[in-house]
């Protein structure tokens, strides 16, 4: 049987650089890729690739606010943060059109205390970037605007606590609609998970699979002509020691960069999303690690695994606590700056942040409560604050 292929969003040149994005500006200034480039991609969606991949990461500091939680994760944080104001008759109830409501009213009062000194860009639901239509509130202040791809996790067949991401039927006419909303980037998250070498997780099939399926989702976002970031999230939540997170850190990411050679991702734009590398809570060493030790741990597991062509890395928070993401990425950036050459680590692309938990935590429980000018300084504060940390300070 024969199929119709698919052409890519920018066989025609005219739909090129009709947005309006700042990065795009900047598309005369890059030499002539075809010169260096052996990509399937043609030169200007290159460019424009390179570019806005470029953007996300500069000026140093800049990093990406991630608010791309599924509705019912958007629902059950609400209602985690209104936990303990209920009165004698139980926690509030909504019906579906209030809870729709109060999504699109959180984001709205989100996404105006965001500036482009700080964030660089912001990650979107599809609720909110199709149907609530809130992306161009954010790309009139320069930030970009990025969607999630991923879909539901479904249960590896053989090994029923690892994952298999849906998503990658569907995965390029959603992207094609959501660049046409907007979207000059998209992310898809793989969990992975990290125990023991004893309890044997991850196994080497959830490896395979969460390599290609994330090498395939990087392709076809270019295909649809956004950047893809790629985030494998390796789990802390077991027993695994700083040193064994380390190993699967540096296996899972080299794993992903061969498949996509494989299926001829072009590096240069693209964005990689991991976790900091650490001991799972089940670990003894867990009470008394310090951010030193993540950050040697994380550099040298960037420095290991990444190709110098990815232009940045871009940190999740995993659920941290505000304060401890933060320090986290500040101790990485004080260690990269306090190194010399031949260190490695004076090698290393922008390292800042796409956190959504360790931004917004706070804030939620300052909007439940009807509190914006709380809500305001709480996320000023953490954007700012995570800005000074994607710088060292
Ligand atoms: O709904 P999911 O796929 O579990 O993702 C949860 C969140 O994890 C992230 O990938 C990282 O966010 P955190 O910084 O809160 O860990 C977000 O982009 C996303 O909203």
Same mark, same amino acid.
């Given at each position: 049987?024969?199929?119709?292929?698919?052409?890519?969003?920018?066989? #025609?040149?005219?739909?090129?650089?009709?947005?309006?994005?700042?990065?795009?500006? @900047?598309?005369?200034?890059?030499?002539?890729?075809?010169?260096?480039?052996?990509?399937?991609?043609?030169?200007?969606?290159?460019?424009?690739? $390179?570019?806005?991949? %470029?953007?996300?990461? !500069?000026?140093?500091?800049?990093?990406?606010?991630?608010? *791309?939680?599924?509705?019912?994760?958007?629902?059950?944080?609400?209602?985690?943060?209104?936990?303990?104001?209920?009165?004698?008759?139980?926690?509030?109830?909504?019906?579906?059109?209030?809870?729709?409501?109060?999504?699109?009213?959180?984001?709205?009062?989100?996404?105006? &205390?965001?500036?482009?000194?700080? &964030?660089?860009?912001?990650?979107?639901?599809?609720?909110?970037?199709?149907?609530?239509?809130?992306?161009? #509130?954010?790309?009139?202040?320069?930030?970009?605007?990025?969607?999630?791809?991923?879909?539901?996790?479904?249960?590896?067949?053989?090994?029923?606590?690892?994952?298999?991401?849906?998503?990658?039927?569907?995965?390029?006419?959603?992207?094609?609609?959501?660049?046409?909303?907007?979207?000059?980037?998209?992310?898809?998250?793989?969990? $992975?998970? +990290?125990?023991?070498?004893?309890?044997?997780?991850?196994? %080497?099939?959830?490896?395979?699979? @969460?390599?290609?399926?994330?090498?395939?989702?990087?392709?076809?976002?270019?295909?649809?002509?956004?950047?893809?970031?790629?985030?494998?999230?390796?789990?802390?939540?077991?027993?695994?020691?700083?040193?064994?997170?380390?190993?699967?850190?540096?296996?899972?990411?080299?794993?992903?960069?061969?498949? +996509? =050679?494989?299926?001829?991702?072009?590096? /240069?734009?693209?964005?990689?999303?991991?976790?900091?590398? %650490?001991?799972?809570?089940?670990?003894? #060493?867990?009470?008394?690690?310090?951010?030193?030790?993540?950050?040697?741990?994380?550099?040298?597991?960037?420095?290991?695994?990444?190709? !110098?062509?990815?232009?940045?890395?871009?940190?999740?928070?995993?659920?941290?606590?505000?304060? &401890?993401?933060?320090?986290?990425?500040?101790?990485?950036?004080?260690?990269?700056? #306090?190194? !010399?050459?031949?260190?490695?680590?004076? =090698?290393?692309?922008?390292?800042?942040?796409?956190?959504?938990?360790?931004?917004?935590? *706070?804030?939620?429980?300052?909007? &439940?409560?009807?509190?914006?000018?709380?809500?305001?300084?709480?996320?000023?504060?953490? +954007?700012?604050? +995570?800005?000074?940390?994607?710088?060292? /300070?």
């Amino acid at each position: 049987m024969t199929s119709t292929p698919v052409p890519n969003t920018f066989s #025609s040149p005219k739909n090129l650089f009709t947005s309006s994005d700042n990065a795009l500006d @900047q598309l005369d200034t890059l030499p002539d890729l075809g010169t260096f480039l052996d990509s399937h991609l043609s030169p200007s969606v290159a460019k424009e690739l $390179i570019t806005t991949a %470029q953007a996300l990461v !500069s000026s140093r500091g800049r990093g990406i606010y991630a608010t *791309d939680e599924s509705p019912e994760a958007m629902d059950a944080l609400f209602q985690a943060a209104e936990a303990g104001d209920s009165d004698e008759q139980g926690p509030k109830t909504y019906s579906d059109s209030e809870r729709r409501e109060r999504r699109k009213e959180w984001k709205k009062d989100a996404y105006e &205390v965001m500036s482009s000194e700080f &964030v660089s860009g912001v990650i979107l639901s599809s609720e909110t970037l199709l149907d609530f239509n809130l992306g161009p #509130s954010l790309t009139s202040k320069g930030i970009i605007v990025g969607v999630r791809a991923h879909g539901e996790l479904a249960p590896l067949p053989t090994s029923p606590f690892e994952f298999i991401v849906q998503g990658l039927d569907n995965l390029l006419s959603n992207l094609q609609a959501a660049r046409a909303a907007g979207a000059r980037f998209s992310k898809w998250r793989a969990p $992975i998970a +990290c125990t023991s070498p004893a309890l044997e997780l991850p196994s %080497q099939v959830s490896l395979d699979v @969460q390599a290609e399926t994330l090498a395939m989702f990087a392709a076809i976002s270019q295909q649809a002509g956004l950047v893809p970031i790629v985030e494998p999230d390796v789990e802390f939540s077991a027993d695994a020691s700083l040193e064994r997170s380390v190993e699967v850190h540096e296996k899972a990411i080299g794993m992903i960069y061969a498949r +996509c =050679r494989e299926h001829g991702v072009l590096l /240069e734009g693209t964005l990689l999303k991991p976790s900091f590398p %650490q001991p799972g809570l089940k670990h003894p #060493s867990r009470s008394n690690i310090n951010p030193k030790d993540i950050a040697l741990a994380t550099v040298t597991v960037i420095s290991r695994s990444v190709p !110098s062509a990815v232009p940045g890395v871009v940190f999740l928070s995993g659920g941290l606590p505000s304060s &401890v993401a933060i320090s986290y990425l500040s101790a990485v950036n004080a260690l990269v700056n #306090s190194s !010399s050459a031949p260190s490695p680590f004076t =090698r290393l692309p922008p390292l800042t942040f796409s956190y959504g938990r360790a931004i917004q935590g *706070d804030a939620i429980k300052h909007w &439940v409560r009807g509190d914006k000018d709380s809500l305001k300084a709480s996320l000023e504060d953490a +954007c700012k604050s +995570c800005y000074r940390a994607a710088k060292g /300070e």
